[in-house]
């Protein structure tokens, strides 16, 4: 069974810097992207970042280009978002998720995270 178990969130200030962490397991992800997406309270969800298991080849949304950092540690099965420069708009609720290469809807899900960025 897939299991994506996100951690890492809390309550932090505008300007703080925060790393989440997505524990995979269940399955070999060699042929698959890994994905942070946020939702915030009444918005629908967005894409973040992603990330190639096998590559590292990754994507970013523009609106958390150059303030967050998406890598993977195979060794370890883990997908990390390093976020800096947090702004009051980044809170939400953060979800790792995985989709194969071959696909474009994303399969698997965590249960997801809070951030909170006061100002």
């Known amino acids: 069974q897939v299991q994506l178990v996100e951690s890492g969130g809390g309550l932090v200030q505008t300007g703080d810097s925060l790393r989440l962490s997505c524990a995979v397991s269940g399955r070999t992800f060699s042929s698959y992207v890994m994905g942070w997406f946020r939702q915030a309270p009444g918005k629908e969800r967005e894409f973040v970042a992603s990330?190639?298991?096998?590559?590292?080849?990754?994507k970013y949304a523009d609106s958390v280009k150059g303030r967050f950092t998406i890598s993977r540690d195979r060794a370890k099965n883990a997908v990390y978002v390093q976020m800096s420069s947090l702004k009051p708009e980044d809170t939400a609720v953060y979800y790792c998720a995985a989709r194969s290469v071959f696909t474009t809807e994303y399969d698997y899900w965590g249960q997801g995270t809070q951030i909170t960025v006061s100002s």
């Open positions: 990330i190639t298991w096998t590559g590292g080849n990754t």
